[in-house]
C-alpha cells in the first residue's frame, strides 16, 4: 500500500474496490469521469469484469477523446472518495468502456469541500463601494477615476444594487469573478488598486459582502482576509494581480446549496485537481 501524506491519497489495488464498483451497476447513483484540466462528466455503471468499466455517459466526454484517452474516474462510497485513471473507448452502441489501470487512490471525503468555479461557473462576490476615503472598511470611488466609462456595467447593475439593499445611493458595487468556493471560504484576483481595499481589512475582517452563487445571492460577513498573494494570469501577464483569500462566517443555507449543487453535477473540485497532479504521467 503507498500513500501520500501530503495529499492524503491512499494506494489500493484496483481488485480490492471490484464489490464497491459493482454496487454502481444499474444503480441510480452515478459515478464521475473526465480527462484533465475538463469538468467531470456523470455516467451510470451498466457493467463491470475484468477492469472494464461500461457506462452509459453524455456525449460530450465521448467526442472530445479520441479512442484509449486517459481519463480520470471517481465515485464516492462510505464517505470514502475513490479515484483511478484509465483507458476511454466507445462501444458501437453508444455507451462507453473505460480499461481501469491497476492503480486505486482512496481519499476521506471532506466535510468542507472546495468547488472550483473558474472558468466553468459563474460565481461572483459584490462589495459596495463608498466615497469616503476615511473609514478603514470602505473603498473610495476615486480608485475608478482612471477606469473607462461604463468599466462597472460588466458586473454591476441596477438589479444587483436592489439584492444587496443599497437604497441610500451612495455606493457602487465592486464584483469580483469567484476562483474557488467552500461553505465558509472562497478566493478571487484582484488588480494592484483593488488589492488596496482588502490590506486595510487585513486586521479587521468584519466587512459584509454579497455571493451570486448559481443566481442566488447570500449576504455573508467576512470574517478574515486569510492571504494575498501575487498571481500570475497567463493571458494578461504584464497586469500585476493578487489572489485574496477570505473566511467569512458559515451559512448554512449557501453550504447546503454547495454539498447539493457538487453532489448532483459533474463539476471540478479541488479533490480533483490535486488526484490529475498526484497521478501526472
Known amino acids: 500500500m503507498a500513500e501520500s501524506s501530503k495529499e492524503k491519497f491512499t494506494g489500493l489495488n484496483v481488485s480490492e474496490i471490484t464489490s464497491k464498483i459493482s454496487s454502481f451497476i444499474n444503480g441510480e447513483k452515478p459515478i464521475r469521469v473526465w480527462s484533465k484540466g475538463e469538468e467531470p462528466v456523470l455516467a451510470f455503471v451498466r457493467n463491470y469484469e475484468?477492469?472494464?468499466?461500461?457506462?452509459?455517459?453524455?456525449?460530450?466526454?465521448?467526442?472530445?477523446?479520441?479512442?484509449?484517452?486517459?481519463?480520470f474516474v471517481n465515485f464516492s462510497y462510505n464517505n470514502v472518495d475513490y479515484f483511478a485513471k484509465g483507458d476511454l473507448i466507445s462501444d458501437e452502441n453508444g455507451r462507453v468502456l473505460i480499461n481501469l489501470g491497476e492503480d486505486v487512490f482512496k481519499s476521506e471525503k471532506r466535510s468542507n469541500e472546495r468547488l472550483l468555479t473558474f472558468p466553468h461557473h459563474q460565481v461572483y462576490a459584490y462589495f459596495k463601494v463608498f466615497s469616503d476615503e476615511n473609514s478603514s472598511n470602505i473603498i473610495s470611488l476615486n480608485r475608478f477615476n482612471e477606469a473607462p466609462s461604463g468599466a462597472l456595467d460588466s458586473f454591476v447593475s441596477e438589479r444587483m444594487k436592489s439584492i444587496v439593499?443599497?437604497?441610500d445611493g451612495i455606493s457602487e458595487l465592486m464584483g469580483f469573478r469567484i476562483l474557488d468556493i467552500s461553505s465558509n471560504g472562497l478566493s478571487f484576483c484582484a488588480n494592484n488598486r483593488e488589492t488596496g481595499y482588502f490590506v486595510g481589512l487585513e486586521d479587521d475582517g468584519d466587512v459584509?459582502?454579497?455571493?451570486?452563487?448559481?443566481?442566488?445571492?447570500?449576504?455573508?460577513?467576512?470574517?478574515?482576509?486569510?492571504?494575498?498573494?501575487?498571481?500570475?494570469n497567463a493571458r494578461a501577464s504584464k497586469i500585476p494581480m493578487k489572489k485574496?483569500?477570505?473566511?467569512?462566517?458559515?451559512?448554512?443555507?449557501l453550504k447546503n446549496h454547495l454539498l447539493n449543487f457538487m453532489d448532483s453535477?459533474?463539476?471540478?473540485?479541488?479533490?480533483?485537481?490535486?488526484?490529475?497532479?498526484f497521478l501526472a504521467d
Open 50 to 71: 475484468k477492469q472494464v468499466l461500461t457506462l452509459d455517459i453524455s456525449n460530450s466526454l465521448i467526442e472530445s477523446h479520441q479512442f484509449s484517452s486517459r481519463v
Open 165 to 167: 439593499n443599497d437604497h
Open 208 to 232: 459584509e459582502f454579497t455571493l451570486m452563487f448559481e443566481e442566488k445571492p447570500y449576504s455573508l460577513r467576512c470574517a478574515e482576509i486569510v492571504y494575498i498573494v501575487d498571481y500570475v
Open 244 to 253: 485574496i483569500g477570505v473566511h467569512f462566517n458559515e451559512n448554512e443555507e
Open 265 to 277: 453535477s459533474g463539476v471540478f473540485r479541488e479533490v480533483d485537481k490535486n488526484i490529475e497532479s
